[in-house]
């Protein structure tokens, strides 16, 4: 059920942001394949505009469904924002102010707030 969820969400939230042009893929990836308290992330090729997320599977969850498919929305949201400011330059020093501004833009995108 997740796999086919994130599957379903991408091509909206590509379109959302005008991503439509890349070829993007989503793999559920176990926790310990993933960065240490990460839910995800993504890699992408600007010239062959490919991009790879990897979104947390349900190994990494408690039992609660609805809580597992939110967290896997913003994830998938959070790296597509990612790959939508990946033309702008940032310094190692820049970094943490752009996961906040990448937060924030993913909490407003889909109206939550952390």
């Not at 992408?44 to 991009?51: G, L, N, P, R, Y």
């Not at 469904?65 to 790959?83: N, P």
């Amino acid at each position: 059920m997740a796999n086919r969820y994130v599957h379903d969400i991408l091509p909206y939230w590509q379109r959302r942001l005008q991503l439509q042009d890349w070829n993007i893929y989503v793999l559920l990836s176990r926790p310990e394949d993933l960065r240490p308290g990460t839910l995800g992330n993504i890699h992408w090729d600007a010239e062959k505009k490919s991009a790879t997320i990897r979104v947390m599977d349900a190994s990494g969850y408690a039992p609660d469904v609805t809580a597992m498919l939110k967290d896997m929305q913003v994830t998938v949201v959070h790296e597509l924002v990612h790959l939508e400011l990946a033309s702008l330059p940032v310094s190692d020093a820049d970094r943490s102010n752009q996961e906040f501004a990448i937060d924030h833009l993913t909490d407003a995108l889909l109206g939550t707030e952390h």
